[in-house]
């Protein structure tokens, strides 16, 4: 199956900074990059859809100014997670498909904001 | 609103044995269907991807099958062996692309 690279894998981060995480499509070219969030024990909970070159779709509840993203490219869609506060602290997945076929995930960050 | 659930939460079974994981979903205007299995701690690897317009898909010791029309899918692993042991999602795609998951089964196959 195609490849999608996340990185960092895992970060800490003091409260207050903000923290970018990369999601990369190594082997296709992305045309539609999804971003997730998983609490332990947890399934994952959809966060935005980010298409290349437009602005993303953020779910409802997900504060847009919080969680910046950006799809400069079709391989490459970034996370920002902005002033970021303890109960930030979660595992973020990224997603990356062409068109409609077979969806394929990063390796999964997990943030802990000290 | 598509709504995924799975059956059971969390699964403990003898090495060998044959076994079977529930998903269903309330909305059968799917695009697509798809087996995921996560690793503690990391990333989801595709297992299986069924459309809405086939009935079953088979990858070596794997077979999922899709009953659309009452928003059923079922994962059978055959002949289990303790690296089976993880976490199996199910997640289903709606028309506008979206993935909505489910909420998981925990396997864990004793050896």
């Known amino acids: 199956g195609a490849v999608v690279s996340q990185h960092p894998s895992r970060v800490i981060c003091k409260s207050g900074t903000s923290v970018k995480i990369e999601c990369r499509s190594l082997d296709f070219q992305a045309t539609t990059m999804f971003w997730y969030r998983q609490f332990p024990k947890q399934s994952l909970m959809l966060m935005a859809t980010s298409n290349e070159g437009s602005k993303a779709t953020y779910e409802q509840g997900v504060e847009k100014d919080k969680f910046l993203i950006n799809h400069a490219s079709l391989t490459l869609s970034t996370l920002t997670v902005t002033s970021a506060h303890p109960e930030d602290s979660s595992f973020y997945i990224c997603?990356?498909?062409?068109?409609?076929?077979?969806?394929?995930f990063g390796q999964g960050t997990r943030l802990t904001v000290v | 609103k598509q709504e995924v659930t799975q059956i059971p939460a969390a699964l403990s079974v003898p090495e060998g044995e044959n076994l079977v994981l529930n998903c269903s979903f309330t909305d059968s205007a799917i695009y697509n269907l798809q087996w995921f299995r996560q690793d503690p701690g990391k990333g989801l690897t595709s297992l299986l991807l069924?459309?809405?317009?086939?009935r079953e898909q088979t990858s070596g010791r794997l077979n999922a099958s899709l009953d659309k029309s009452s928003g059923r899918s079922t994962l059978y692993i055959a002949a289990s062996q303790p690296g089976d042991s993880a976490t199996y999602l199910c997640?289903?795609?709606?028309?506008?692309?979206?993935?909505?998951f489910g909420q998981g089964t925990e396997l864990s196959v004793k050896p």
């Open positions: 997603s990356a498909t062409q068109g409609a076929s077979e969806a394929f």
């Open positions: 997640a289903v795609r709606n028309q506008g692309g979206k993935l909505i």
């Open positions: 069924i459309q809405s317009s086939q």
